[in-house]
C-alpha cells in the first residue's frame, strides 16, 4: 500500500485512521521565516508541499508515517519470534538503527539534509539478551555515530578493529562501562544537493556549529543547546558568542581537515563523482 511517500504493510491498513495527529510543534510559520533565504528555498521547503501543507495532507500523511513504522514494528516481532523458535534469541543482539532524521512539517521542512537536530539525529536500539536485567532498558548520553556500528560488530566478533575505521566500539557503553575518554563532539557534513545545503559542522554536548560554505560569504550557524534546545537563535552574529564561534569553527576547520581537506569550488566538482571531490578523500556523514 501507498500513502502519500510512505509505505506500508497490508497487515496495518486502517490504522490511526481514527486518530487526530497533532501540529509539528515547531510549525509556527514564524519559525520558517526566520530562516535564510537559501533554506527557505531549500528543496527542504519544496518537499513540505508535498505532504504537510494542508491539514488533510499532513493528517494523511502523519497516518501514513506512522502505519509505516507500526509495520517496522510488526516485522521487529517476526524476527525475534523466528530467533526465539530457532533457539536462537538468548545468543542474538539484535541492533536497530536508520540513515538520518526527518522533518514532518517542523520548521516548515520535510526531509533531512540540514543540520538542525530533527535531521542529524537518528535512532539506534541495542538489545543484548546476555545483560543482567538491571541493565536493560537503559538510555545513554554518549554520543554514537553510525560509523561506530562497524567497529562494535567486530568487537562483539571479537576481531580487531582496522586502524582506518573512524568508529569505536559501543560494546563497553552496552555493558555499562562508558570509557572516560567517550568523544565529546563529532564532525558532520552534508555535500549533496548543491548548492543550497552544502554543509559542514560540529555538533557537541552543548554547542552546534554549521557553515553552509557554497553560500558567498558562507553562513554559519551556531547554537546553545543548553538555553535553546530547539536551535531557534542563530548565535554566531552575536557578540557575546564571538569567542565560542571561533571556537566552533577552528574545531570543524581541525576536524574537516583530518578528513581530507575542503571541497572544491562549486565549478572544480566535476570528479566528484569519480574520486571525490576533496583532496585526500571523503568525509563521512554522521
Same mark, same amino acid.
Given at each position: 500500500?501507498?500513502?502519500?511517500?510512505?509505505? $506500508?504493510?497490508?497487515?496495518?491498513?486502517?490504522?490511526?485512521?481514527?486518530?487526530?495527529?497533532?501540529? &509539528?510543534?515547531?510549525?509556527?510559520?514564524?519559525?520558517?521565516? !526566520?530562516?535564510?533565504?537559501?533554506?527557505?528555498?531549500?528543496?527542504?521547503?519544496?518537499?513540505?508541499?508535498?505532504?504537510?501543507?494542508?491539514?488533510?495532507?499532513?493528517?494523511?500523511?502523519? !497516518?501514513?508515517?506512522?502505519?509505516?513504522?507500526? /509495520?517496522?514494528?510488526?516485522?521487529?516481532?517476526?524476527?525475534?519470534?523466528?530467533?526465539?523458535?530457532?533457539?536462537?534469541?538468548?545468543?542474538?543482539?539484535?541492533?536497530?538503527?536508520?540513515?538520518? +532524521?526527518?522533518?514532518?512539517?517542523?520548521? +516548515?521542512?520535510?526531509? *533531512? $539534509?540540514?543540520?538542525?537536530?530533527?535531521?542529524? #539525529? %537518528?535512532?539506534?536500539? %541495542?538489545? =543484548?539478551?546476555?545483560?543482567? *536485567?538491571?541493565?536493560?532498558? !537503559?538510555?545513554?548520553?554518549?554520543?554514537?555515530?553510525? @560509523?561506530?556500528?562497524?567497529?562494535?560488530?567486530?568487537?562483539?566478533?571479537?576481531?580487531?578493529?582496522?586502524? #582506518?575505521?573512524?568508529?569505536?566500539?559501543? %560494546?563497553?557503553? @552496552?555493558?555499562?562501562? &562508558?570509557?572516560?575518554?567517550?568523544?565529546?563532539?563529532?564532525?558532520?557534513?552534508?555535500? =549533496?544537493?548543491?548548492?543550497?545545503?552544502?554543509?559542514?559542522?560540529? !555538533?557537541?554536548?552543548?554547542?552546534?556549529?554549521?557553515?553552509?560554505?557554497?553560500?558567498?560569504?558562507?553562513?554559519?550557524?551556531?547554537?546553545?543547546?543548553?538555553?535553546?534546545?530547539?536551535?531557534?537563535?542563530?548565535?554566531?552574529?552575536?557578540?557575546?558568542?564571538?569567542?565560542?564561534?571561533?571556537?566552533?569553527?577552528?574545531?570543524?576547520?581541525?576536524?574537516?581537515?583530518?578528513?581530507?581537506? &575542503?571541497?572544491?569550488?562549486?565549478?572544480?566538482?566535476?570528479?566528484?563523482?569519480? /574520486?571525490?571531490?576533496?583532496? /585526500? +578523500?571523503? *568525509?563521512?556523514?554522521?
Amino acid at each position: 500500500m501507498i500513502g502519500g511517500h510512505y509505505p $506500508w504493510p497490508q497487515s496495518v491498513d486502517g490504522m490511526y485512521e481514527d486518530r487526530e495527529i497533532p501540529p &509539528p510543534r515547531l510549525g509556527d510559520p514564524a519559525i520558517y521565516e !526566520r530562516h535564510p533565504d537559501f533554506l527557505k528555498q531549500s528543496i527542504n521547503r519544496e518537499r513540505f508541499f508535498w505532504s504537510y501543507d494542508t491539514p488533510e495532507k499532513y493528517q494523511t500523511n502523519l !497516518r501514513a508515517y506512522f502505519r509505516m513504522i507500526s /509495520g517496522i514494528d510488526r516485522a521487529m516481532a517476526r524476527v525475534l519470534a523466528a530467533l526465539k523458535e530457532a533457539g536462537l534469541a538468548e545468543n542474538t543482539i539484535v541492533v536497530y538503527s536508520a540513515d538520518n +532524521g526527518y522533518y514532518l512539517g517542523d520548521r +516548515g521542512f520535510q526531509g *533531512k $539534509w540540514s543540520h538542525f537536530e530533527e535531521s542529524l #539525529r %537518528v535512532p539506534l536500539i %541495542v538489545y =543484548d539478551p546476555r545483560l543482567p *536485567k538491571g541493565q536493560r532498558g !537503559r538510555v545513554v548520553d554518549q554520543m554514537a555515530l553510525n @560509523v561506530d556500528l562497524g567497529a562494535t560488530f567486530l568487537d562483539w566478533a571479537g576481531t580487531p578493529k582496522p586502524a #582506518r575505521y573512524e568508529g569505536r566500539s559501543l %560494546v563497553p557503553i @552496552v555493558q555499562g562501562q &562508558p570509557p572516560a575518554d567517550w568523544r565529546t563532539h563529532f564532525f558532520c557534513e552534508h555535500l =549533496d544537493l548543491a548548492p543550497t545545503l552544502t554543509w559542514e559542522g560540529i !555538533r557537541g554536548q552543548r554547542y552546534v556549529y554549521a557553515r553552509y560554505f557554497d553560500q558567498q560569504p558562507a553562513y554559519e550557524f551556531l547554537h546553545d543547546l543548553q538555553t535553546d534546545p530547539d536551535e531557534l537563535r542563530n548565535l554566531a552574529t552575536d557578540a557575546a558568542h564571538a569567542d565560542t564561534l571561533r571556537k566552533m569553527r577552528a574545531l570543524c576547520d581541525t576536524e574537516m581537515n583530518a578528513r581530507g581537506g &575542503p571541497l572544491l569550488p562549486m565549478d572544480q566538482r566535476g570528479a566528484r563523482k569519480a /574520486g571525490g571531490g576533496k583532496k /585526500g +578523500g571523503s *568525509k563521512k556523514k554522521k
